[in-house]
């Protein structure tokens, strides 16, 4: 079902003497932007000649990246034995083929693990969320070492000083 746009304000300038209209102004409101993985080809290219950007394991890397949360909580995918058996039911792959997936996008840093059953999702390749947060997470992403350390910055409320 697609949801239509909603007509905020509408103007229309009309001709008294013919009735025409001459000029129409419409405000719209958008409906809500869906959920959404960016692939940044600026970097792509330093990625596409490895394996874990192979065709036969796409569906499995984007269902995958479905599950990841956003850039504003660390990009990060947590698979647990139920979400491996969804994505398997969802592609049509073995659970044995998914867990080499794995292993083959965790070697070839396309998913970096960050502690038992949870990885990050590269930064540099995919994006999910604002981009102020993506590109803070690149900030703090070690592309040729894999390395993932996140800082986050707050910035530190103003006082006000009373001049005398």
Do not use: H
């Not at 600026?42 to 490895?50: F, K, T």
């Not at 997936?101 to 604002?130: C, D, H, M």
């Not at 102020?132 to 997470?137: A, E, F, G, Q, T």
């Amino acid at each position: 079902m697609t949801k239509k746009n909603k007509i905020l304000y509408e103007e229309t300038e009309v001709d008294n003497d013919t009735g025409e209209v001459i000029k129409r102004r419409t405000t719209l409101q958008f409906t809500k932007e869906p959920a959404y993985v960016k692939l940044y080809f600026d970097c792509l290219g330093a990625a596409i000649r490895n394996e874990g950007l192979n065709e036969s394991l796409n569906d499995m890397l984007l269902e995958v990246l479905k599950l990841g949360n956003y850039a504003d909580e660390d990009q990060t995918v947590t698979l647990t034995s139920y979400q491996k058996k969804k994505i398997c039911e969802k592609t049509g792959k073995s659970l044995r083929r998914l867990e080499q997936a794995i292993t083959i996008w965790v070697k070839n840093k396309i998913l970096i693990r960050v502690s038992r059953g949870t990885y990050q999702i590269n930064p540099w390749i995919f994006g999910k969320g604002e981009w102020r947060d993506i590109s803070k997470l690149r900030a703090n992403f070690d592309f040729s070492a894999g390395n993932v350390t996140v800082e986050r910055e707050y910035e530190p409320k103003k006082s006000k000083v009373e001049k005398i």
